[in-house]
């Protein structure tokens, strides 16, 4: 297993510290790859405490970073396996970035760093050679009164086959996400890319729509939100609703989308993952091929009436995704058990791990190859 | 005068901070806005030293916060005038963001906290209400033997109006910078939604290529550079050829741009504006909106042969800002004399301030009114 930092993939680290220095003499490299060991390090001479926090850690764990004699902190730690992680040092109680690692995702409110071990699981999140465009699109939700933003992935060779058109996969975040969670922490445009680059996956459309009902785009943007009672009947399932009758429309107008359900995909997690159950139940016409991910459901009188809507429109895939260790688990077996029940085909996919991305990533990578065949 | 961080121009601090802490009670706010100070705050109760570093500050200034017995750290300023900076914490000697400001701005690897400071000059940098699709799209350049990424702004109503040509501007960055950095720094996407839906600015497309000719695309995108001696007599002006010679042909040929020098403008800042000069003088058919910013010339025995090319080619405008203060303003007065002394008609937009994204902010929201017209 190689181990490295996402850019040491493929800039070694020496070039990534010369890129951030300018080749001065004795560069810090933060974080440094050896065989299977990664070292971190953080120049702070005036501190008296530096953390590691890692999300590879169990909650609440932190590393403690020892002083060398040059006022450099440092510790060596063996390599998680192959994947994605986050993390950030705590400077005397304080949460910073590593200054030496520019590779950054958000998640939510937070920036931070990125650390990918190279491995089989890890290799569709590098950068392939086909890519495609990814944009950032305004649509207008009539239903919520506001402007809204969603991030939409175009494959390679959209915009060079003009005639053609391209099924669509409609991709959801969980609470806490916006859209740009499923193009920063779920790498979507790189797994998407290689899949389709591999013969692996069909070319298609990744719509990520912003499913926070009352926000016009991700809060970094800095846009006012909309106060919207989720709670209130009239606004039960408010987002589904303009997903399935405003944004799915929006993309069949404006893109070369196949206006067909058997070209249409819902996939989500957590929340995302409560809108793609609650979508395909109001209306079981609109997608063929349902995925999903760390969500469960609840038991409820309507439940096996709800699946048999479901069932009696017809589906091609229905795919769910869980880690073992996710809190989520439970409300899984209920749906799978619910899904047998009712004798409706389906895939349940467990991993290792619990409601994190390292998951929601490898079931993106895993359904992707199944849609649209 | 307003001050307000850039989401407190529509969202008051309070809102963010709900928004952040789920309206915990007692919720820590930073940057908070009265008047027309502005008071910072980090809860770092370990630390033995918090300062603040703003770019408003001259050059190696910090201000002090102080720490107050609830281990809450605090300082309140008089707001600078109405313009985004950035600023960061400095904990112990090490260079943090400020935990409760999620509005962050990339410049080259770094990572800094926004402030918006609202007024005249700053309102186009809010968001408006009609807004154009920003696209990271990646094309092949034969000459540089890679792929690389550029960042394309599609002014609002280009999808719904799909027999409609648009003009094009060639907006390039400076040292340091990449494909993100008009859209980062810059608030392209929001200078000019405001412009062209007040009228100001014709619809355009902005096209923000990758001007570091080793690069295919932005650092943090993890992705190889090539190794190209810029020194070497072969290499002369690649990233200008590069610009010209398969740029501009791919932008024409995928996108509905108007193919005529009439419109095509050429616009960049510092290294960027080096390109504007020299694509012009290079290409003199090519553009005919030239607007270097803090940029110099260098004299030569041949700057008046190549300037009286750009003017037997004919232009319609040659716009040249610069900072009172900025290095490069020397270089832009020879610039200024030349053009004068080859009776070649244009304008010198100065501003106070050095080479910072204050003033190129400024130039773009004062020249993009009159291109195309």
Known sequence: ?????????????????????????????????????????????????????????PMGQTVALKKGTDGIWQTTLKAPYAEIYTYNFIVDGVSTNDPQNFMIQRDGTRYLNMLMVLGERSSVYNESTKRGTVEHRWYDSQSLGINRRMTVYLPYGYEANPKKKYPVLYLLHGGGG???????????????????????????????????????????????????DTRAPENANAYVKSLVNEIVPFIEKNYRAIPKKSARAIAGLSMGGGHTTSATILFPNTFDYICPMSCGIRESDHLDADLQGIKKAGYKLYWVGCGNDDFAMPGTKILDAALTRNGMEHTLFTSDGGHEWKNWRLYLQTFAQLLFK
Chains 1, 2 share one sequence.
């Open 1 to 57: 297993m190689a181990v490295a930092a996402l850019f040491a993939g493929t800039v070694d680290a020496q070039e990534l510290n010369n890129f951030n220095f300018g080749g001065r003499a004795k560069p810090i490299v933060s974080p440094e790859v050896v065989g299977d060991s990664v070292t971190f390090r953080l120049n702070a001479n005036y501190a008296t405490q530096v953390l590691l926090s890692g999300n590879w850690m």
């Open 178 to 228: 916006d859209e740009e969670a499923w193009t920063s922490m779920g790498r979507t445009a790189q797994i998407l890319d290689n899949l389709i680059e591999q013969g692996k996956a069909e070319p298609m459309i990744v719509v990520m729509p912003n499913g926070n009902p009352n926000q016009q785009a991700a809060s970094t943007m800095g846009l006012p939100t909309i106060t919207l």
